[in-house]
């Protein structure tokens, strides 16, 4: 399954059901929020899977608790909250509140609702690297290419389909996309920020794609 599978299946369909019931925010919203954390994730994961001592922790947790069960329960998602957010710390460490700030604004969601919504997302992220690496049968040496590759396809993939509903949640909740140098495909000019490319140099004044590119320092 790709990575924009995953943003356009049934799975997140069924979590932004689920937080759009709990906290009391749109489903499209909930939905364009997983679509810009899910590569921002993904991302500093693949930057901490550098080191060799990260990439073992990272295996060995997937391993013992990311086997992509929740991919198919996704109830899951809102018992899974406290684990989530302890995985939101190891992943973005000092830089988390600045992420959250930056998501916050260009989402839409309240400050105090964004960490409590990341929380419930970040195991369904966990669990998609998780049955990936199960299904290409990676061990902790080779997790850096299995997330470059998932960013990789998730780009070529938003490239062709210049009209989705996934890029028209995206276009709506976030604004400003339509006007993108991809083309108006909001969720290549995600995409590419997070991959260092073009995205990240938008002149939208304070574009998401900007934001994304900051956030990350250029990586």
Do not use: C
Request: hydrophobic share 35%; proline share 2%.
């Amino acid at each position: 399954m790709s990575l924009i599978d995953l943003l356009t299946g049934n799975t997140s369909n069924q979590v932004a059901e689920q937080a759009e019931n709990k906290f009391g925010i749109s489903r499209n919203q909930i939905i364009a929020l997983l679509a810009v954390a899910a590569p921002l994730v993904i991302s500093y994961l693949r930057n901490k899977s550098q080191d060799a001592n990260e990439a073992e922790a990272l295996n060995n947790a997937l391993d013992k608790d990311h086997d992509g069960s929740i991919l198919d329960d996704a109830s899951q998602a809102e018992a899974r909250q406290a684990e989530g957010g302890s995985i939101l710390d190891h992943v973005f460490g000092g830089q988390k509140s600045n992420v959250e700030n930056q998501l916050s604004q260009n989402t839409g969601i309240s400050i105090d609702k964004i960490g409590p919504i990341l929380a419930m997302l970040a195991p369904v992220i966990m669990g998609y690297i998780g049955k990936e690496k199960q299904q290409n049968n990676v061990g902790a040496g080779g997790l850096g290419d299995l997330l470059g590759g998932i960013l990789g396809n998730a780009s070529s993939q938003a490239q062709t389909q210049q009209s989705s509903p996934l890029n028209d949640i995206l276009g709506s909740v976030l604004g400003g996309g339509g006007q993108s140098q991809s083309g108006g495909n909001p969720l290549n000019d995600i995409l590419g920020s997070v991959l260092g490319g073009g995205g990240g140099q938008q002149q939208q004044g304070g574009g998401l794609g900007s934001i994304l590119g900051n956030i990350l320092g250029g990586k």
